[in-house]
């Protein structure tokens, strides 16, 4: 892979990548390539809001352009970068496709976490509803 800028979340080579699906509950993987922008913009709004969820989400980078990482960004349905892959218990339940809001990363990222008693669910039920956070809602869904 050629040298250049890289996001800040740590890497995720395709030999690692069962032990840290497996060895985490929460997993969000930043899918990113070195000649996107977006995604240049995008990293520090992810590491403000990687910050806040340190120790309950373990996150990791894979860039679309490794040779040994395409059959796993095919299999996470990436079709545009910056995405993020997210699994629970090693299984994945969702991918974010976009650059979207950091308020929208929080919501998207607490509706992976386990409900524990006291815990406000408002921010998880808006995610679902598509109400407050919806980040996956497309451009043409906006016209409606």
Known sequence: ??????????????????????????????????????????????????????????????????????????????????ALGCFVDGERVKTIIGAIPEDNLRAAFRSLLPQSAGDEPQAAADYESGGAARPNRQWWQFWK
Request: proline share 10%.
């Open 1 to 82: 892979m050629p040298e250049g800028w890289r996001p800040s979340s740590p890497p995720v080579s395709a030999a690692e990548l069962s032990a840290v699906l497996t060895g985490n509950p929460v997993v969000i993987i930043h899918f990113w390539a070195a000649w996107n922008g977006a995604d240049r913009l995008f990293d520090p709004k992810l590491a403000n809001v990687r910050a806040e969820f340190e120790g309950r989400i373990e996150f990791r980078s894979a860039d679309v352009d490794d040779p040994e990482l395409v059959s796993f960004c095919r299999e996470c349905e990436v079709v545009n970068v910056p």
